[in-house]
T-cell receptor, first 115, second 114 residues
Framework: GDSVTQMEGPVTLSEEAFLTINCTYT??????LFWYVQYPGEGLQLLLK?????DKGSNKGFEATYRKETTSFHLEKGSVQVSDSAVYFC??????????????FGSGTKLNVKP | NAGVMQNPRHLVRRRGQEARLRCSPM?????VYWYRQLPEEGLKFMVY????????ESGMPKERFSAEFPKEGPSILRIQQVVRGDSAAYFC????????????FGEGSRLTVL
């Protein structure tokens, strides 16, 4: 079945460091891929998405490229800030047999950014 | 534009009581999902509903848990005879019907079982 695997955390970085959070997926069809972010005590918010191979999603300085050949969707940011401290979830959506969305989430990666 | 509304935000129950969690999807969304997040863990899919229909309940425990999304009113996740292991954050999300659509999440309902 479909699934998402992302690197375990926590990841601790200093401010302005480069960030990579790895995400790989398994899917039978042609899924859409997402990164969601969860700040403490809040629900998940969409950070970025890509709907087909070679698409690049970007938002707030974060980027991820849909790589079909490596089944990956790694999240990157060139210079992290303290305010980026949160839990990041990789997810895929597969339209499935009935054309309905079904989302699969990775286990989440906690990012701590120190001043 | 109201987002996904969940209530209560916090709920405390004693073992054996019932918990009811409510979710109103975003305007125009007809699909509702429930996820459970245990402390320090990721999101686990529970159930996927359309108005008056359960589409996929493969993540729901077989006993004590039920969900509905009536024609009128919010979606309700009901947990009967709660146990300490039910303590978690329960997130509702909604989406429009779209193959490339995203999920819009509520802020969650945090259930504590004493």
């Amino acid at each position: 079945g479909d699934s998402v695997t992302q690197m375990e955390g926590p990841v601790t970085l200093s401010e302005e460091a480069f960030l990579t959070i790895n995400c790989t997926y398994t899917a039978t069809g042609y899924p859409s891929l997402f990164w969601y972010v969860q700040y403490p005590g809040e629900g998940l918010q969409l950070l970025l998405k890509a709907t087909k191979a070679d698409d690049k999603g970007s938002n707030k300085g974060f980027e991820a490229t849909y790589r079909k050949e490596t089944t990956s969707f790694h999240l990157e940011k060139g210079s992290v800030q303290v305010s980026d401290s949160a839990v990041y979830f990789c997810a895929l959506s597969d339209g499935g047999v009935y054309n309905f969305n079904k989302f699969y989430f990775g286990s989440g990666t906690k990012l701590n950014v120190k001043p | 534009n109201a987002g996904v509304m969940q209530n209560p935000r916090h709920l405390v129950r004693r073992r054996g009581q019932e918990a009811r969690l409510r979710c109103s999807p975003m305007k125009g969304h007809s699909h509702v999902y429930w996820y459970r997040q245990l402390p320090e863990e990721g999101l686990k899919f529970m159930v996927y509903l359309q108005k008056e229909n359960i589409i996929d309940e493969s993540g729901m425990p077989k006993e004590r848990f039920s969900a509905e999304f009536p024609k009128e009113g919010p979606s309700i996740l009901r947990i009967q005879q709660v146990v300490r292991g039910d303590s978690a954050a329960y997130f509702c999300a909604s989406s429009p019907l779209s193959r490339t659509g995203e999920l819009f999440f509520g802020e969650g309902s945090r259930l504590t079982v004493l």
